[in-house]
């Protein structure tokens, strides 16, 4: 059920797919994968309360 996409979780689009696999390339567990995974979401996804329900795809990154 957890890992099934959901209405703001499209873990099945392409963009999230192939972003999650650059992110975890090198990842020689999963458990090491869901770490990179959760630092990636962390440090990279702008956290703006301007309109909460964006799917997984539609987030954008920050911007360094």
Avoid: G
Wanted: charged share 25%; proline share 5%; glycine share 0%.
């Amino acid at each position: 059920m957890y890992l099934r996409p959901s209405e703001l979780c499209d873990s099945d689009h392409l963009f999230v797919k192939e972003n999650a696999l650059k992110i975890t390339m090198r990842a020689e567990t999963p458990t090491e994968a869901a770490i990179k995974i959760f630092y990636f979401v962390r440090d990279m996804i702008k956290l703006v309360m301007v309109h909460p329900w964006k799917t997984a795809s539609e987030v954008t990154m920050s911007q360094e």
